[in-house]
Each structure stands twice: as C-alpha cells, then as structure tokens.
C-alpha cells in the first residue's frame, strides 16, 4: 500500500542544535517534494521544494535532501531556535496528476 | 500581492445542516485546492479545482461538493452535516496547479458541528 510517514512524535532539540525531521515513502515515485512549516491555528507556510533529480537544496538555515533510492527525504534546520518550533509537513507531488500527497506532520519543540 | 482569504473564519453549525465555505486565491493564480484538517488524520485533500474545472478529487462522500468560478474565486459545500466534519478547512493556491510549485495557504475556516 502507498504510505508517507513522518516522526509522529514530538521532536525536542536544544536551541542552538540541528534538527533533523525524516519524511520516508512507499510505492509512490513524487516528482516532486515539499516541505512546509504550519504554527498552530494557521495554514501551512511553504519552505523548501526539491526535485526528483536533486540531492540537496539549502535555503539559509534550512537544508533538504532527497534520495529516492531509499526513498527518503530528510529537512535540517541548524542553530535551531525557539522560534523554529512548529509542526512541519512533508508532500509528494506527483507527476502524473499534479496531486499533492502530504505526511502527518512532525511537531519540533526547540528548548532555550 | 494580498495573501488567500477564506471566510468565514469560525463556524458553529448542528448535525444535518449545509455549510458554504469561501476561499479568495492570490491574484493571477488559477489553482485552488481544498483540504480538511483535524488532529487525528493530518491533512487530507479534498479537490482541487483550475480555471473553474475540477482537476482532482480526494476520497470524501459526495457530500463534500466546490466549485470555482472565473475569477478563480472557489467556494465549497458540506451537505448534511455529521459530527466528525468538525475540522479545519484550509484552502490552498498555486500560479500553475500544485505539479512543484509551492501552495499558498489561506488561514482556514473552522467548523464546529454540534
């Protein structure tokens, strides 16, 4: 069966850490994926996007990686701080319909 | 540019009733999606419409109904209300259709069904 899988417990990490959020999938062949943060009681807020053919994309703190091998994509956020703390979403975008398929979400708690 | 509005914001409504949920993409954007948000099952995808034809559907009860009209405005509709249609419903834009590019979301209507 297709599946999306992100840590589904709350994640802790001391400010000034690296925080590493894991989004791993089965029997789909994304594209595309994206990564969006969401703050409680708002909608997602776009991050990062990397395609099937990049290993790595960065964005100031934020790095992503993408091994379709292994069918993973892991998110990095380095020197953490209490304001990176949120809900992230990974979400597969496949090509042959344009659909969005999105993970559960990881909550990150950065501690001072 | 001004961000995706959706109105209204909160909702109280009681089993058996309809809701009109509206959504305001970005200007010059012609996609606009539809998801259902609650706590137990993450983000679920309801359909997603571009220039006023729906292009995908998610797997909900013909209850679950939208349409978009030719400013890209979108509106959808719950019929018959149940109790686990309490949710937050969010509704997304994107300049091309979602194929890679990233969705804009609006701040989400939530409902309560009583």
């Known amino acids: 069966s297709q599946k999306i899988e992100q840590n589904s417990e709350a994640l802790n990490i001391q400010e000034g850490k690296t925080a590493t959020l894991t989004c791993n999938y089965t029997n789909y062949s994304p594209a595309y994926l994206q990564w969006y943060r969401q703050d409680p009681g708002r909608g997602p807020v776009f991050l990062l996007l990397i395609r099937e053919n990049e290993k790595e994309k960065r964005k100031e703190r934020l790095k992503v990686t993408f091994d379709t091998t292994l069918k993973q994509s892991l998110f990095h956020i380095t020197a953490s701080q209490p304001a990176d703390s949120a809900t992230y979403l990974c979400?597969?975008?496949?090509?042959?319909?344009?659909?969005?398929?999105w993970g559960a979400g990881t909550k990150l708690i950065i501690k001072p | 540019k001004a961000g995706v509005t959706q109105t209204p914001r909160y909702l109280i409504k009681t089993r058996g009733q309809q809701v009109t949920l509206s959504c305001s993409p970005i200007s010059g954007h012609r996609s606009v999606s539809w998801y259902q948000q609650t706590p137990g099952q993450g983000l679920q995808f309801l359909f997603e419409y571009f220039s006023e034809t729906q292009r995908n559907k998610g797997n909900f009860p013909g209850r679950f109904s939208g349409r978009q009209f030719s400013n890209s405005r979108s509106e959808m509709n719950v019929s018959t209300l149940e109790l686990g249609d309490s949710a937050l419903y969010l509704c997304a834009s994107s300049g091309r259709g979602p194929r890679g590019n990233e969705q804009f979301f609006g701040p989400g209507t939530r409902l309560t069904v009583l």
């Open positions: 979400a597969l975008v496949m090509d042959s319909n344009y659909q969005l398929i």
